[in-house]
């Protein structure tokens, strides 16, 4: 089984057309990854679906880097 | 007055992907209908329609571009630059606010809006996704052609049913007249043949359900017609003031010279019996064109081989040409099925060829004459001729009728 972060990093490959090398723990979703509001809400819904996770409007806000996301998916699902 | 004359276009349809193989599809007298494929028919009453073949978005876009897109939108946009690289226009020595957008659909994101729908009543609100509201707006293909090409002039989208496209050309047509703007993107798309568009559709019992032979089912003016079969697809024309594409020394395809466009104002679907408002739109047409009715060669007919309309169009045609005079007529929705909203733009590109190749394309399926369509409707094959004048029309649910003139140059 893939660990979070593959998983992780194909959706959003798949999501916001970025290549996989782009996706690494550090890169933001708006200045790395070139994700805009629609395509956060959108990945926030996909993630939400992938690993089963609630993730509250607040929370989805604090969500800055893909580790950010990680860390949050680990802790909640 | 400023002349306005067409320097580009592009399609996608069910019977070729580009202008190339829909033309020489046309030439070899072929049908775009077969049994659906999108969905199973089976429960329908009609089970075949006029379905675009081996479209891959990602061939023209990357899958962001793509995923933003509703079908609809994707067709226009592929047409879109098809019919941009033919007319080679140098966007870097242009002025971008002076290229405008006007292309049209008849019903818009209906994929989305189904899909969205679904996984609604599924699982509730939470999955209405952030995109369904700029994938279903029918101004989202003028939009994202700006987008991609910069183009800030006047940008608008035209709902009128089946007329949707000949209006946009038109109105894109007295955009560049008037002086608003030198170059227009005008044309229609569509892609509504989902269970909910087909099967409205059917309900109203629009549709042939000659589904035993799918290729013979779109058969205008002939006797035995039984509806119109629905297709999908996009056509895109490049409009252009005559000077500035002399002064870039552009192909020049055609010239687009009259536009007329009036109402039945009688009923929701069915046309006025008299056919009072598609002949007065031919009429104002020519009047605009300033073109005398006896030197107009030849009509792409709306003709979408359903009972009424071929009937009470033939009726408009013979109350407006005399018998001596009448011209050649065809209906290019027998070979490419019914492109509703984007219709009357794959026709516009087929007159132009037409002009182009002293070819007047045929009516396919034509096997038994009515007695009330007793027109030369151009019979199953191609004819060679000359034309000099020739005029498209479109008719729309809602009463709408629109007519188009280009003229050789």
Not at chain 2, 52 to 77: G, H, S, W
């Amino acid at each position: 089984m893939p660990d979070t972060f593959e998983r992780l990093r194909d959706l959003i490959v798949d999501q916001l057309g970025v290549k996989a090398e782009e996706v690494t723990p550090e890169a933001k979703f708006t200045s790395d990854l070139g994700a805009d509001s629609l395509d956060i809400a959108e990945l926030v819904m996909a993630l939400e679906e992938e690993f089963g996770v609630e993730i509250p409007e607040e929370e989805a806000q604090k969500i800055e880097t893909v580790q950010d996301a990680v860390n949050y998916i680990d802790a909640n699902k | 007055m400023r002349r306005v004359v067409i320097t580009g276009f592009g399609v996608v349809t069910p019977i070729g992907n580009d202008v190339k193989s829909m033309w020489q599809s046309i030439l070899e007298s072929r049908s775009g209908t077969a049994r659906l494929t999108a969905f199973d028919p089976t429960p329908f009453s009609s089970h075949v329609a006029a379905e675009v073949k081996n479209f891959d978005p990602l061939q023209f876009f990357d899958k962001k571009e793509a995923r933003r897109m509703d079908r609809f939108v994707q067709f226009a946009m592929k047409a879109t630059i098809e019919a941009m690289e033919m007319s080679g226009i140098d966007l870097s020595k242009e002025n971008l606010d002076r290229i405008g957008v006007i292309v049209g659909s008849g019903i818009g994101g209906l994929n989305i809006i189904e899909k969205t729908h679904s996984a609604y009543l599924e699982a509730g609100p939470k999955k209405i996704t952030p995109l369904l509201i700029p994938m279903l707006i029918i101004n989202m293909a003028s939009g994202m052609i700006a987008m991609r090409y910069g183009l800030r002039g006047p940008n608008e989208s035209i709902v009128t049913a089946c007329a949707s496209a000949t209006h946009s050309i038109g109105d894109a047509f007295k955009v560049i007249q008037r002086g608003d703007a030198d170059i227009m993107v005008a044309g229609g798309t569509e892609a509504a043949t989902t269970p909910l568009g087909f099967g409205g559709f059917c309900s109203m019992g629009a549709l042939s359900t000659r589904n035993d032979q799918p290729e013979k089912a779109s058969r205008p003016f002939d006797k035995n017609r039984d509806g119109f079969v629905m297709g999908e697809g996009a056509g895109i024309l490049i409009l252009e003031e005559y000077e500035h594409s002399k002064k870039r020394n552009a192909e020049i395809l055609a010239e687009i010279c009259g536009y007329g466009l009036t109402c039945d104002a009688y009923h929701i679907t069915a046309p006025d019996p008299n056919a009072y408002g598609a002949t007065k739109c031919m009429e104002n047409a020519l009047l605009d064109a300033r073109i005398d009715r006896t030197e107009v060669d030849y009509i792409n007919a709306h003709g979408t081989s359903t009972d009424l309309n071929d009937k009470l169009e033939t009726l408009a045609i013979k109350n407006l040409f005399t018998k001596e005079k009448s011209p050649l007529v065809s209906s290019t929705k027998s070979n490419i099925g019914h492109l509703l909203g984007a219709a009357g733009a794959a026709e516009a590109v087929v007159c132009i060829l037409a002009i182009k190749n002293k070819i007047v394309p045929p009516t396919i399926n034509y096997e038994t004459p009515d007695p009330e369509c007793d027109l030369d409707y151009v019979p199953n094959l191609p004819r060679e001729k000359e034309l000099k004048v020739v005029m498209s029309n479109s008719f729309g649910f809602g009463g709408h009728n629109a007519t188009l003139v280009f003229r050789k140059i």
